[in-house]
């Protein structure tokens, strides 16, 4: 059980003191509970601070269950068993969907970059950090994306997850850090004692305080 989400990310950052003051680590938050977590972490690690805007294609009338998810360097990762499985997610809702969620990326960026570019990712060290994962439909779309970034290692730190999520990010990033792995998980929100909703407006406060947003521009 965490505190909230500073509290989160101390603890994660304590598990990533081996990156402390390298060179061409960067911390990328997933928004908006990941930039809270991922604050904590670049502060402790001495290192840039940026986000990954990453939109979930939530399944018709149950927007919290992911078809898929859209992330903003256009990687669209589909969740093809729940879309075989499930009716009503037809081809046409999925690329309106996806669509829409493009639309809101654009706005996000332009919101907590100015609409700048996201910082230079090749050759660089990456810790992709969110507030929890639970399907790991956004944080599998952030990594797919990354992936053809030329990273130089990518790093996924959460603070909970269930264990087969786990497993299957495990097997997905150089390396996987996740402080507890419950078998009766429930929610992400379930393991904090203060899991209120993060605005906006903290977010772009967050990463202004960080440096990752300088004169209109990403630093």
């Keep these: 059980m965490f505190v909230d989400r500073r509290d989160a990310g101390r603890q994660l950052a304590g598990l990533l003191k081996k990156y402390q003051g390298r060179e061409g680590v960067l911390v990328l938050a997933l928004p908006r509970g990941g930039v809270v977590v991922g604050f904590e972490i670049a502060a402790q690690l001495k290192a840039d601070l940026d986000v990954l805007i990453v939109r979930k294609i939530g399944f018709p009338r149950q927007p919290e269950l992911a078809a898929g998810a859209v992330a903003e360097t256009g990687t669209v990762v589909l969740n093809k ?17 996806t669509a829409r969620q493009k639309e809101e990326i654009v706005r996000r960026v332009a919101l907590y970059r100015k609409g700048a570019a996201i910082k230079a990712l090749k050759d660089r060290t990456v810790i992709l950090v969110d507030d929890g994962v639970a399907t790991g439909a956004t944080m599998k779309a952030a990594i797919e994306a990354l992936k053809k970034e030329g990273l130089r290692k990518l790093v996924i730190a959460v603070p909970v997850a269930p264990p087969v999520t786990a497993e299957e990010l495990r097997g997905m990033a150089d390396e996987f850090i996740c402080i507890g792995t419950p078998p009766d998980f429930m929610s992400v929100g379930n393991h904090y004692l203060d899991f209120t909703q993060v605005t906006d407006e903290e977010v772009v406060q967050l990463l202004e305080k960080a440096g990752a947003v300088e004169g209109g521009k990403a630093a």
Excluded at 81 to 97: F, H, K, N, P, R
């Design 81 to 97: 068993e729940i879309l075989s499985s499930s009716g009503g997610a037809t081809d046409a809702y999925v690329e309106q969907e």
